[in-house]
C-alpha cells in the first residue's frame, strides 16, 4: 500500500504530505483546490512524463517521494532490484523518488539508488493502478486482460504450466542450434575441438604439477650455482687450511688447558663440543646436499620444456591446471556430440516433436477452458456495469486464436525457430458498448474518462480477489452519475478496498461517506500566494464537508451527511 505521498513545488503545492491509510481513502475539495495535483504527482514518481510547466511559479524544481508497504506484494521485486542494482527494500518499504527542475535536469530513484525512467514505469504498473483523465492502467493492455481471465477461471497453474513448456522447448530449440551448421563450419569444429582434447590428453596433467616442475625447474636450471656454493661452505667448514672446524680444534685445546687451571670452566669444554657436534652435523648435511645436485643439461632441457607446455597450456585453456583438466573434459563431451551429430539431431528432433505435441495439447486445453470462462466474466461484469448506472451496455470479451507452428525439416535454420507465447495461443481484449446499438469497442478506445472509470470499477469489483495489483486510483469515476448510482460507486469501491488500498477523488457526498478515511484538499493564501493543502478529517469536520458537497451548510444536509456516515 502507499503510505505516505510527499510533493514539493508541484504546481498549487508548496509542500506537501499525505499519510494515507489502508482500505478506502477519499479525497474532496471545492474545484481547483488542487486534487488533482495528487494525481500528478503520483503519475511522476510512477516514470510518467515530466511537465515542466507545472513546477510551482518561482521554484527552480519539483519533487515527488512516494513511501509503499510492499511486504505483501505478489510481484517478483526483490529480484528485479538485485537485477537492476538498486537497493533492496529495507523492512518492506519500498521509497520511490522524482525530481525535475526548469533547466532540464531529470532524475530518479529507488531505495535512494539512481534509476532509469523506464525501471519507475515497470514498478508502477506492479504497483498502482490510476483511473482517469491521466490513466495509468495495467488493465488496459491486452496481455493483462488475459492474465486477468485466467486469474478469474483459476488457470493459473495450467498457464505456469505450458510457460514451463515453452521454456523446455526454447532450451532444446538452442541445443539444436549449436549443432545445425554448415559442413565447412562442422568440419572447423571437429578439427579444433580433436585438437584441443588431443593436446590436453596427451599431457596427462596433474592438478597439483605445475608447482612441483616449477620448483623442479628453479633447481635444475641453477644446479651448477648450487654446487659452487654448497662446497664454498664445505670448504670454509673443514677443507680449507683457516677452516672453521680447524680453527674450533685450536679452540678447543685452549678451553681444555683453561678447566685444568679451573675446574668452574669445565661448561666452557661442554658448550666447545656442542659447538662442533652441530658443525659436523651441517657439514654431513652439506656433503649429502651437493652429492643430490645433478649436472645434468637433458634433464634441465626436459623439465623446461614440461613447464613451457603447463604454461602454454594454462594460457591456451585455463588459470590454472584443475581449469585446463575441466576445459578438455568439456571439450571431449563437445566432441562427442558433434561426432554422434546424427544421432543428438535425432534426439533433439523427437523431443522437439514431443513437446509440440505437449504444448498444442495444453494449449487448446487453455483455449477451451478460457473460452468458457468468457461468459461468466462477461455476465460477472455486466451486473456490476448495471448496478454503476449502465444498465443496457454490454461487455464482451474478443479471443482470438493463433495456428499452431508449422512443423520444421530436422536440418532448417535455426535462426527461424518455432514461436511460442508463454501465454498460449490466444490473444484477448476487453471490448464495451455504453448504449443500445452501439458497437463493442476495446476499452482503450473509450473517450470518456468517467466511463473508462465505471468500466474499470466494475472489472476492480469482479476480480478484486485476483488483481495483483496493491493500490487502486480513481478520478472522475462519479462523473454524470447520481443517487442510487452514486452510492453503488461507493459500495464497490467500499468492498475493493477489502482487498486492495484504494484512493478516490470525489465531489460526490454518497461515495465519499464509504471511504474509511477522508481527505480534503482546500487553498489558502500564504504570504500572498495560494498555497493547496490537504488535511485528514475527523467525524465533525467530515459531516461538514459532505454537506458541503450536498449542496451547502444548513441544518438539513448536515442532518442528511450524518445518515450517510451512519449508512456505512
Partial sequence: ?????????????????????????????????????????????LGQRADRGAIRSGADGCTVEALLDVSGLRAPLPAFLEENGLEPCDGGQLVLKRTFTAAGTNRQFVNGSPTTLATLATLGEWLVDLHGPHEHQSLLQPAKQLAILDAFGGLAPKRDAFAELVRRRGAVEAEKAALIVDER??????????????????????????????????????????LELSQSAQGALGENDDAILTQLGALGRGLHDLQRVDATAAPLVEAHEQAVSLLRDLQGDLSRYADRIEL??????????????????????????????????ESQTKLAILEGRDAELARLNAELARLDTELATAGK?????????????????AKELSALGFKQSSFDTALSSSALPAPRSPLESSALPAVYSPTGFDDLEFQFAPNPGEPARPLRAIASSGELARVMLALKTVLAAEDEVPVLVFDEVDANVGGETATSVGEKMRQIARQHQVLCITH???????????????????????????????????????????????????KHAEELLKAH
Fill in 296 to 329: 645434468d643439461p637433458a634433464r634441465l632441457g626436459e623439465v623446461e620444456a614440461r613447464l613451457n607446455l603447463l604454461h602454454s597450456l594454462k594460457r591456451k585453456y585455463g588459470g590454472s591446471l584443475a581449469e585446463v583438466i575441466a576445459y578438455g573434459e
Fill in 185 to 226: 563450419t562442422y568440419a572447423q569444429q571437429l578439427d579444433l575441438l580433436r585438437f584441443q582434447v588431443r593436446e590436453i590428453t596427451e599431457a596427462k596433467l596433474r592438478p597439483e604439477e605445475a608447482e612441483e616442475v616449477e620448483a623442479e625447474f628453479n633447481r635444475a636450471s641453477n644446479a651448477a650455482r648450487l
Fill in 508 to 558: 460526490l457526498a454518497p461515495v465519499a461517506a464509504h471511504g474509511d478515511a477522508h481527505y480534503v484538499v482546500s487553498k489558502e493564501l500564504v504570504a500572498g500566494r495560494t498555497e493547496s493543502h490537504i488535511a485528514l478529517l475527523d467525524r465533525a469536520h467530515r459531516i461538514e464537508e459532505l454537506a458541503r458537497m450536498l449542496g451547502g451548510l444548513t441544518t438539513a444536509s448536515r
Fill in 365 to 381: 486445453a487453455l483455449t477451451a477452458e478460457r473460452k468458457k470462462l468468457i461468459p461468466k466474466l462477461a455476465k460477472a461484469v
Fill in 1 to 45: 500500500m502507499l503510505t505516505t505521498l510527499r510533493i514539493k513545488n508541484l504546481a498549487l503545492v508548496a509542500d506537501l504530505t499525505l499519510e494515507l491509510r489502508p482500505g478506502l481513502n477519499v479525497i474532496t475539495g471545492e474545484t481547483g483546490a488542487g486534487k488533482s495535483v495528487i494525481l500528478g504527482a503520483l503519475n511522476l514518481v
